[in-house]
T-cell receptor, first 115, second 112 residues
Framework: AQSVTQLGSHVSVSEGALVLLRCNYS??????LFWYVQYPNQGLQLLLK??????LVKGINGFEAEFKKSETSFHLTKPSAHMSDAAEYFC?????????????FGKGTLLTVNP | NAGVTQTPKFQVLKTGQSMTLQCAQD?????MSWYRQDPGMGLRLIHY???????DQGEVPNGYNVSRSTTEDFPLRLLSAAPSQTSVYFC???????????FGPGTRLTVL
């Protein structure tokens, strides 16, 4: 069984500040891990994904995440927040080995960016 | 969201009514799935299909029916709508060299 816990349903940062969104996972097999972003009234867009290659993954819009097996974590960071980063972010896990048919999502973290 | 379309965008139903949410893709990928999104719950898998003629249940399948007669289409049927099915529904297509799941724009359903 797989599960994802996103710590903090709401994170608020100032423009220019570091963004840190936390994700911990549980998986009985080596996982694939994903971060998706959802802007208001839109679908989900893939930010980045970890598929057992490099543990530090770079995504779109300046975001990156580091896979830490010992901590079962996959936290999302961005050095400097922009107003346009305000959105809801979802961490998701699936089985590795090309069988990522089923994504298990966390409950989401709403990011607010203050001017 | 390129290549995944969902119709309608909005729908209001009365309890007991039936309807079909449409999902279509032009990417020629085998795997398609349906999720529902509820506040504070993230996205939960309803049903999925690994190819034409093959479907299976996800995490929350009760009250929903699916079939897959073609690669392109994967409709989701509500046979007798209930207020608990008020949600935003997303269709997803998995494929490509990176095995990424691409999501449609969603259908917002309200059941009164």
């Amino acid at each position: 069984a797989q599960s994802v816990t996103q710590l903090g349903s709401h994170v608020s940062v100032s423009e220019g500040a570091l963004v840190l969104l936390r994700c911990n996972y549980s998986s009985s097999v080596p996982p694939y891990l994903f971060w998706y972003v959802q802007y208001p009234n839109q679908g989900l867009q893939l930010l980045l994904k970890y598929t057992s290659a490099a543990t530090l993954v770079k995504g779109i819009n300046g975001f990156e995440a580091e896979f830490k097996k010992s901590e079962t974590s996959f936290h999302l960071t961005k050095p400097s927040a922009h107003m346009s980063d305000a959105a809801e972010y979802f961490c998701a896990v699936s089985k590795s080995g090309g069988s990522n048919y089923k994504l298990t999502f966390g409950k989401g973290t709403l990011l607010t960016v203050n001017p | 969201n390129a290549g995944v379309t969902q119709t309608p965008k909005f729908q209001v139903l009365k309890t007991g009514q039936s309807m079909t949410l449409q999902c279509a893709q032009d990417m020629n990928h085998e795997y398609m799935s349906w999720y529902r999104q509820d506040p504070g719950m993230g996205l939960r898998l309803i049903h999925y299909s690994v190819g034409a003629g093959i479907t299976d249940q996800g995490e929350v399948p009760n009250g929903y029916n699916v079939s897959r007669s073609t690669t392109e289409d994967f409709p989701l049927r509500l046979l007798s709508a209930a207020p608990s099915q008020t949600s935003v529904y997303f269709c997803a297509v998995r494929g490509g060299v990176t095995d990424t799941q691409y999501f449609g724009p969603g259908t917002r359903l309200t059941v009164l």
